[in-house]
């Protein structure tokens, strides 16, 4: 009889490259998973439950938030101070609270809008760039006195009433250049001038996102018709009417673009492939790095956590890149995200902020504890060998010292996960245990088995970090 031990180790790698198309997946290394929603980043190379959710006071229907929140000022005003925009009011945030009542009292409607689209801080105001009915505007709010020009955009001078379209909004010093559908429009506080139409891109166009970077504003435009995507580069000053460069990434959609460590990352959909894509701009070409599946997030879906890339996609929240980079970029399924449809995804405090409604109610979220949503199922490896099939006798689980309270439950898959060939689950707890052997798994000979971790029953209180999971087995005549 032949022997063999499979480990699977270094979960930090997170997703198969392959998993997007396929979920029995053999690609990748044995710590890659198939499909997963867990955390493999802030504890690598360990896997661990993913964060739960806990509501803000107040952040729910029962309190203030009756209404999706739709963007989420990033970087916060104050040390705990930040605000949030949904569809028709203002949202002041602590750390831990939505906050009403005060003078003004908050939150704060404003008047004729439908959709919230950013909210950004230019010197010592506040801009809500937003949606009406028909057309859009921009309300003004000086920090100072918080209290909110709902028109300010269509009244000053030089200002036109925007497009009813996104409205992503980014700053450089004293300069916003914001997307207004087929425009990019442009205010400058040092002379007061708003453009609203400042550059154009034609019939059929509409701005996904802005960021400055390396002295440019980088700016994601999609087009209809099947007309390719562009990213733009356009003056730092903001007062020409000409673009720097451009970068064409073929038929495909932007989601959003991303700035870390000087490099500008994308989140697109390649229309002539499955699933969607995380990459990054080099030179004039866009480089893929990673895919994923669910849905394309937008300029009000990104944010910096553990050094790598939190987006919403679908109804769960996807973390690309790694804690450190002597480690490899990985993208993985990191959490849920309430609710099925997401608003605002944003960490102005360092614990992520979500958002969500299920169409009649509507909480704001932040990481907190663990989630017993939590799984872990590892690509397939193949045990069988010519004609012999692959017998699976017993397994070494290793974790962390587990504390109290502490548990996951483990199971084997056989066969492209075959009901009738999947092991019984076996319960691995025990405070201050880190090493556990399971004997007589009871599979049958198979050619393949992949591993199941679950983590339903854990609780929502201690983690269960595992280091290395081992498959010991011999090979037998068919």
């Known amino acids: 009889m032949e022997p063999f031990d499979y480990t699977f180790s270094s979960f930090n790698e997170g997703l198969s490259p392959l998993a997007h198309i396929d979920q029995h997946s053999f690609f990748g290394s044995n710590g890659m998973a198939a499909e997963m929603c867990a955390d493999v980043l802030t504890n690598p190379p360990f896997l661990q439950q993913s964060p739960g959710l806990a509501d803000l006071t107040q952040g729910n229907e029962d309190g203030v938030v009756t209404e999706l929140i739709r963007h989420i000022l990033d970087q916060p005003t104050a ?26 009292s908050w939150p704060q409607t404003i008047s004729g809008m439908t959709e919230g689209e950013s909210v950004i801080r230019l010197k010592e105001n ?33 200002g036109i009433p925007l497009q009813k379209a996104p409205h992503p909004s980014s700053v450089k010093e004293d300069i916003m250049l914001f997307g207004n559908g ?9 002379d007061g001038t708003l453009d609203t139409q400042k550059l154009d891109f034609g019939e059929g166009s509409e701005v996904a996102d802005i960021v400055f970077n390396a002295n440019l504003w980088w700016i994601a435009v999609n087009f209809a018709d099947g007309r390719k995507g562009q990213i733009y580069l356009y003056d730092p000053s903001a007062t020409s009417n000409t673009l720097s460069d451009e970068a064409g990434i073929g038929n495909q959609s932007i989601g959003f673009l991303f700035v870390q460590n000087g490099n500008v990352f994308v989140a697109y959909e390649d ?30 879906q990104k944010t910096l956590y553990f050094n790598s890339i939190l987006f919403a996609s679908a109804n769960a929240l996807k973390s690309a890149g790694a804690a450190v980079e002597q480690l490899p970029f990985q993208i993985s399924t990191h959490a849920l995200a309430g609710y099925d449809t997401i608003g605002a995804l944003a960490a102005p405090f360092g614990a992520p902020f ?52 502490a548990s996951c439950k483990i199971s084997f898959e056989a066969d492209y996960s075959d009901e009738e060939n999947t092991s019984s ?40 970090p595992i280091r290395s999971i081992t498959l010991l087995g011999h090979r037998t005549e068919a």
């Open 354 to 405: 979500v958002s969500s409604t299920d169409g009649s109610h509507y909480r704001l979220a932040k990481f907190s504890g663990y989630s017993e949503a939590s799984f872990w199922k590892s690509i397939l490896v193949q045990v069988s060998r010519g004609r012999s099939l692959g017998m699976v006798q017993s397994a070494i689980i290793e974790t962390y010292p587990l504390e109290e309270g």
């Open 182 to 190: 087929r425009y990019v429009g442009a205010y400058i506080a040092g």
């Open 425 to 464: 689950e076996y319960l691995i707890s025990g405070e201050g245990k880190f090493r556990f052997i399971l004997q007589s798994i009871n599979l049958k000979a198979c050619s393949n088995v992949r591993v199941h971790v679950d983590y339903s029953e854990s609780g929502i209180t201690t983690k269960c």
């Open 271 to 300: 229309k002539t492939a499955t699933g969607f894509i995380i990459g990054w701009v080099s030179g004039r070409s866009l480089k893929p790095l990673r895919y994923f599946t669910g849905s394309l997030p937008n300029h009000r």
């Open 79 to 104: 040390e705990t101070t930040t605000f949030g925009v949904g569809t028709s009011k203002l949202f002041k945030l602590s750390p831990t609270e939505v906050l009403s009542g005060g003078s003004p």
């Open 126 to 158: 506040l801009f809500i760039l937003y949606n009406k009915s028909s057309g859009g505007d921009i309300a003004a709010m000086p920090l100072s006195t918080e209290v909110i020009d709902v028109d300010w955009g269509s009244t000053v001078e030089g």
